[in-house]
């Protein structure tokens, strides 16, 4: 498998990287950020375990990295992601290794956001041969299959002449992630058949995109976005391997033709995990774990240093605060364990020490 160059990965060599991911049997984790602080713990956390990584953002996440300060969501929301995409790509070189640039869910609401990002994308291309990001997502998974793939089909050709490529949704995963989804049934007793997609609309997905460019699937195998209680959701990674199946003999293929990624990954059973790669996952998001580590990390810091958020200098005893207080100082502290959790991760998927970036 051919060596890349370190930085954000775009066309060909972001494709290379999905299938030395499925070749070797292993998957990057796709780490949602809201900052540049969460940012470079990503980019931190793949340099320290030699694995290559996917970094995205959801529309509240592009929103953040703008800074709420900024009226108008609908621009915050594009001009955001674009100052994430611009500090990813130059920070991510000096980490030495290949970052995925993504987006997160993407719903009939949130087309216009997509539209405007890639309106940027298709500026920088003409300017520099590169787009600002590797792929973008559209989750129409909640529309008729009809409108998802139709609308699918026309962002894809845009993608695919600069270089990117996308991510769709098929089926619907549980649970809500930054205000898109909601929930569904998953009592075993009568659980909603949306969590699980059939193979015959992989095929379809495959049969009227695969001539258009470079896409992947987010199918549903009962994944849930959040931690759930163990056993309230059954995953059956069993269903991405019927659909690779099914797919390879429609269209005479060898192997397995489909790049799944997995969504709702945080919480997940290891050995589930595990299944699903085997069955070509290259990708796990997970969130809601780095989200609970960056956090616990400051709270855990506050506990100790109680005293230095009620005063700059102690009335008892006179000792300065400062140097407690300073956000390099517990913000840093949020960065390492968001990180340790990730190096867990990378652990987790079979990625650790992959990295295919080179020189």
């Given amino acids: 498998m051919p060596s890349v160059k370190p930085g954000v990965v775009t066309g060909a060599a972001y494709r290379h990287l999905v299938a030395a991911c499925k070749q070797d049997g292993y998957a990057l984790p796709a780490v949602n950020i809201t ?7 990503a980019l931190e956390a793949a340099a320290n375990a030699g694995s290559d990584i996917i970094i995205q953002l959801s529309n509240g996440g592009a929103q953040f990295f703008a800074g709420k300060g900024i009226k108008d969501a609908n621009a915050a929301r594009i001009i955001g992601a674009v100052s994430a995409a611009r500090h990813a790509q130059l920070m991510a070189e000096y980490y030495g290794v290949a970052v995925v640039l993504h987006t997160d869910h993407a719903n009939r609401k949130f087309v216009p956001w997509v539209d405007g990002m890639l309106s940027w994308g298709e500026k920088a291309y003409k300017e520099t041969g590169k787009p600002l990001f590797s792929s973008h997502m559209l989750d129409l998974s909640e529309e008729p299959l009809e409108d998802n793939l139709a609308t699918c089909e026309e ?18 995963t549980g649970g809500e992630e ?8 998953t009592s075993q007793d009568n659980i909603d058949p949306r969590l699980y997609t059939r193979p015959e609309e992989v095929e379809e997905a495959y049969r009227r995109l695969k001539p258009l460019g470079h896409f992947s699937v987010a199918a549903a195998f009962g994944n849930v976005h959040g931690v759930y209680k163990p056993g309230n959701v ?9 659909s690779q ?3 390879a003999e429609k269209h005479d293929l060898e192997g397995f033709p489909l790049d799944f990624v997995f969504h709702g990954g945080s919480g997940s059973e290891k050995e589930k995990i595990e299944e699903a790669v085997g069955y070509g996952v290259f990708k796990m998001n997970i969130d809601t774990d780095t989200q609970f580590a960056y956090a616990t990390a400051v709270g855990k810091y506050v506990e100790e240093n109680e005293r230095a958020f009620k005063y700059q200098v102690d009335p008892d005893n006179d000792t300065p605060y400062k140097k407690q207080y300073d956000p390099r100082v517990w913000v840093r502290e949020a960065e390492l364990s968001m990180a340790a959790r990730l190096e867990e991760a990378f652990k987790d998927l ?4 992959k990295s295919i970036a080179k020189g």
């Fill in 234 to 242: 059954k995953l059956r990674p069993e269903i991405l391997l019927e």
């Fill in 178 to 185: 930054d205000g898109i989804g909601k929930e569904l049934d």
């Fill in 245 to 247: 199946k099914y797919v």
């Fill in 350 to 353: 079979g990625a650790t020490g």
């Fill in 155 to 172: 962002f894809l050709k845009r993608l695919s002449a600069v270089d990117m490529s996308l991510e769709i949704e098929l089926g619907v």
């Fill in 35 to 41: 900052s540049s602080s969460t940012l470079n713990a």
